[in-house]
């Protein structure tokens, strides 16, 4: 496989290899031996890891063994553990990352156009190509979306036991046991965007901030080629509603009341009355503040047939 629509700025790295990363547990496991089966029909190499830290491991060991095409097989938080470790080693803009959904929630690869293992195999075979971009808060890149506020505390509350039983519902389940006990947060926003400086401030019950998945409008393909985040404050839906809107990827309607949408380029967030459950790509902490940006068009990914890189509003 060569790239046609980008020069790789790492020469050494060979295009004709493949890795596939697997995370064994993603979505209750049961994956692992088809997958081998697949990349062995492709001389494909697969390395299976047992932890977050091993996946890493297996990342820099990828780069240094000059493979230029990796694919995390797993979900949304393998795939977040994959770039930030292709980020930390100088090799964001190098490697070609492919995707195998394998996970409770698969955001990142419906995106792409990829709707299951099979036609992630499929989408690696043929090789197209596509540069997009990647969200950073606070310096740790994400390729989805960063939500602060009650679905980010509900995604925490959300344990395997849960998400092993119920899939992607696990996180109603949890809100349905959480939802009373959320207040919505005084949040400042300092923006900028395609039509110059914007400010918000406000209670808000959460903060969602898409890069490739997009909260309001027709679709959940946000357009991750734009140089732009999608920034929306939620300030007065009840709290399951929210969650049900972001658990099962349906979407909040532009002209809803209180919802407060941008397009920004960078973004200042300060919760005012302390720190707040955030989820980069699943990935929790708790912040006080955030400051987001874009990298625009850094990182090489393989897309499916039906990717659109200007998907409708």
Known sequence: MNPTDAESPTPALDWSRVRVVVNPTSGGGGHVEPVRAAA????????VTDSAADTRRAVRAAVADGVGVVVPCGGDGTVNTVVRELDAIGALDAVTLGVLPAGTANFFAENLGIESIGSGFEVVDAGR????????????PFV??????FPAE????????????FG???????????????????????????????????DALCLLVGNSRRFTGAGGQGDVEDGLLEVVVAESLAPFEVVREAAVHRLLDRDTEGVTRFDASVADVSFLDGSVAVSLDGE???????????RHRTLSVLVGPDYDPQPPL
């Open 40 to 47: 062995a029909e492709r001389d494909y190499e697969v390395v």
């Open 284 to 294: 929790l902490s708790e912040r006080e503040s955030l400051s987001l940006s874009v």
């Open 144 to 149: 989805m979306s960063c939500i602060a506020g």
């Open 168 to 202: 992607t519902l696990a996180f109603l389940v949890s809100a349905a046991r959480s939802a009373d006990a959320y207040e919505p947060q005084p949040v400042a926003l300092s923006m900028e965007t395609p039509d110059g400086d914007a400010t918000w401030t406000g």
């Open 129 to 140: 190509r596509r540069r997009i971009d990647v969200g950073v808060a606070d310096g740790t």
């Open 154 to 165: 509900v995604s925490g509350a959300a344990d395997a036991e849960l998400k092993g039983r």
